[in-house]
Each structure stands twice: as structure tokens, then as C-alpha cells.
């Protein structure tokens, strides 16, 4: 993945549009203050700190202006993840919990304690009231970190505290805030029982409420994908998931294309409301085009009826001898699927990294039909599960 990541200079100008906020909500000093926290709880009044990570990842970072938001304990392990991968250039890693202990662990490059007066830092304890109370306690920091950004994503696991009842009020505070936002939660195993995925249904439809576009990704698919995956195995392929969402989505916009998919066009196809989904996909030698895009609308934990689709961004990269029936190949066999006034916005990367005879295509499709964003009353716990 890591030839998907490139690096802008940024210029004056966008520096000036965008002030360094490591000060804020850098990771080294926050941990600091996490370490001061556990050592004599509630002791401190420090607030969550700052400190650059690496500057001139910084300033890239700060030219695009997109922050991706890990909630709770699955939001805060993604990011973990995304790190691991190297970061994504062109976006900021923040996770933001109510649980000192495992704000301290992760390795975003800023951090948010939220709620230390009410929780002390314990966590939300499964109740999304004390994670939306949590969050509410610290609205100013959170305005303070979307502030001026152009695109913020929100990732959590629903189904406990945090994550499920800060995610929505970060959202919100975030579109006040006129930030574009794309959330991308995951739904709990059914191992995890009925209750927990009641909480999840009641947080996601109010998370959808706030997002521009929210990308759903249920976790017991994950096990018909994979049926002898371990727990961290199948929680790693989510990950996965809510990965390729934040990079791919995050590269539409900040990759230098042949053919431009600007921010004006992502802007324009995921400022509608609702469920969307990401593909990712690559293809190989002869037919790489019609592969890479099967690929990547194929994706069974993208679980959703595309047919209604009115909107759809697709990003093709591939080496310069990409040709006209390739490009053509591709865009045809996402607009028959999709609805036929869709709008549709195609771009192409001429990446010299990629082989010769390799294709990579991003997809968003906005807009679809999800079951798990029916009216409440509508919907059936089990059916979902079994389905
Ligand atoms: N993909 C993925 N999902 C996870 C992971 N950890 C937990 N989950 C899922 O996310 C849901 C919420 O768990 P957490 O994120 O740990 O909960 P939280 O938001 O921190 O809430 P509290 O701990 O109650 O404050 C769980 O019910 C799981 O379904 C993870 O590492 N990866
Ligand atoms: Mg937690």
C-alpha cells in the first residue's frame, strides 16, 4: 500500500489556512499528561497537550486539511493500524477516548482525552450516554481540532460507550464546524449479543444523521468471509477495512491525477447524506482493468444493494500505458450497475511506481440502500445476522 501515499510541499498560503495544531494535540505530551493522569488520578489539571511528531510530515499533512478521527477503543486501534502502515500522508491520525489507559497505548499522532472530569479517565464503561457526556465536556477542544479542516473522518466500533455515543456529537460538532464528514463504524459479532447490537443500531442512525456520508462495515460478515479467522484476525480485517476507506477516499483527493478527481468533485458526490461504500482493488497482466474493478466491487463486507446509487467517484492508477478501452472498461461496468441519472466523476493517477502490467481502481459509491440503516422499527436483529 505504501506506493499509494505521496508527498505535497505545502506552500505558504495553505499554511496560513491551516495553523499548526501539534501544540494542541500532539501525541508526545499528551502521553505525558496520560502518564501524570494514571500515576495520581484526577491529581493533575494538565490538559490534553501537544507535541509535533515530525514536522515536516506535519506540514505535509497540514496542506490537505483531512484529519481522521479514530473514537473508543476499535476507532483508536485503527488509527494504531494506519500508523503501523507508515500513516497516511495526507491526512492526521487523532484518536480521541475516554480511556487514559489506552489513549497512552496508541500511536496516533494526536490524542484527545475526553471526559476526565466525569470518568477519570476510565473509559465510557459500555454507556454511550457517559461517552456522548464525555465528549459534550470537552466541545471546545473538539471544535478546536476540526476547525479548518476540509474533510474529517470519524472511525469507531459501535456497540459500547465511547465510540457509539462520542462519535455522533464529534460528527456534529464537526459539520458545524463546515467540515465535509465521512464516517466509517463497525457493528458488533453476534457473539457479543443481542444488546450490544441494539446499542450499535440506535448509535448509527444517529451518526448517519451527522455525516455526509457513512460507510458501514458489519463485523459478523467478517466471520462468513472468514469462518476459522481468530477474534483478532477478524477484527484486523476490519481494520482493514476502515483503512482502505480513510487511504482510498483520502487519495482521490490529495494524489496528483492525469485526469483530476479534485476535492471539488469528491465534495460534490459525498456531500449527499448517507450510506456509501469503498472498494479497493488491483488486477493483473491481460484483463487487469475488468480484474481490478471486480475486485474491488466485490468486496463482501461492503454489504449493500448498489443499484440505487446516485452518485459514484471511481480513481484508476496505473503506469502511462494505461489506454482509452482500459479507462473505459472500467467506468462502464460501475455505471450499468449503478442508478442511470447517477452522477458520475472519474480520475486517473499516472503513477510510474505501479508495474507495467498492474491496474489499481478506487470506487466510492454513494448513496445505497443499507438494511442496517432502516427505521428502527424495521429491523430484524437476527435477520441481519443470518442474512
Ligand atoms: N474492527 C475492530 N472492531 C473492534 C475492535 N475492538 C472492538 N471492536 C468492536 O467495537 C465495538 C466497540 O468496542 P470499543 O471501541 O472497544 O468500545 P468503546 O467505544 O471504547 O466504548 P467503552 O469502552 O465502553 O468506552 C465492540 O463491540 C466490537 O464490536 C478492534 O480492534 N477492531
Ligand atoms: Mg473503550
Redesign the pocket.
Known amino acids: 500500500m505504501d506506493d499509494h501515499f505521496i508527498i505535497n510541499i505545502p506552500n505558504e498560503e495553505d499554511e496560513n489556512k491551516n495553523p499548526d495544531k501539534s501544540t494542541s494535540f500532539g501525541s508526545e505530551k499528551t502521553n505525558k499528561s496520560l502518564e501524570e493522569l494514571l500515576k495520581n488520578q484526577g491529581g493533575s489539571n494538565d490538559r490534553f497537550s501537544s507535541q509535533s511528531v515530525d514536522s515536516y510530515i506535519q506540514q505535509v499533512l497540514r496542506t490537505n486539511r483531512i484529519l481522521a478521527l479514530g473514537v473508543?477503543?476499535?476507532g483508536?486501534n485503527a488509527t494504531n493500524n494506519i500508523m503501523a502502515r507508515g500513516g497516511i500522508l495526507g491526512a492526521i491520525t487523532v484518536a480521541i477516548?475516554?480511556?487514559a489507559r489506552?489513549l497512552l497505548s496508541t500511536n496516533a499522532e494526536q490524542k484527545v482525552l475526553v471526559g476526565r472530569e466525569l470518568t477519570n479517565g476510565t473509559?465510557?464503561g459500555n454507556d454511550p450516554n457517559i461517552g456522548r457526556a464525555a465528549a459534550e465536556e470537552n466541545e471546545e477542544d473538539i471544535r478546536e481540532l476540526v476547525r479548518g479542516n476540509d474533510l474529517v473522518f470519524v472511525a469507531c466500533g459501535l456497540g459500547?460507550?465511547?465510540?457509539t455515543g462520542a462519535a455522533p456529537f464529534i460528527a456534529r460538532i464537526a459539520q458545524e464546524e463546515g467540515c465535509l464528514v465521512v464516517s466509517v463504524c463497525t457493528l458488533p459479532f453476534s457473539s457479543e449479543g443481542q444488546p450490544k447490537m441494539e446499542t450499535a443500531l440506535e448509535g448509527l442512525q444517529e451518526l448517519n444523521e451527522y455525516s455526509n456520508t457513512i460507510i458501514v462495515v458489519p463485523n459478523e460478515k467478517l466471520l462468513m468471509y472468514a469462518p476459522d479467522f481468530t477474534l483478532w484476525d477478524a477484527f484486523k480485517l476490519a481494520d482493514d477495512v476502515l483503512i482502505n476507506a480513510v487511504v482510498g477516499l483520502t487519495e482521490l483527493i490529495v494524489l496528483p491525477a492525469r485526469v483530476n478527481v479534485d476535492f471539488a468533485d469528491t465534495k460534490k458526490i459525498l456531500r449527499r447524506s448517507g450510506p456509501a461504500v469503498i472498494g479497493v482493488g488491483r488486477g493483473k497482466g491481460e484483463n487487469r482493468s475488468i480484474q481490478a474493478i471486480t475486485n474491488a466491487l466485490s468486496n463482501p463486507l461492503l454489504d449493500v444493494d448498489i443499484t440505487s446509487s446516485t452518485g459514484a467517484l471511481v480513481n484508476i492508477k496505473a503506469n502511462k500505458n494505461i489506454s482509452m478501452t482500459e479507462v473505459d472498461t472500467i467506468t462502464t461496468m460501475i455505471t450499468d450497475q449503478i442508478h442511470s441519472k447517477a452522477e458520475f466523476v472519474w480520475g486517473c493517477n499516472i503513477d510510474e511506481s505501479m508495474p507495467d502490467d498492474e491496474l489499481a481502481v478506487t470506487v466510492v459509491i454513494a448513496e445505497v440502500s443499507s438494511p442496517y440503516l432502516s427505521k428502527p422499527e424495521d429491523i430484524s436483529i437476527e435477520a441481519l445476522w443470518r442474512d
Open positions: 473508543g477503543g476499535a483508536s477516548n475516554t480511556d489506552h473509559g465510557a459500547k460507550g465511547t465510540g
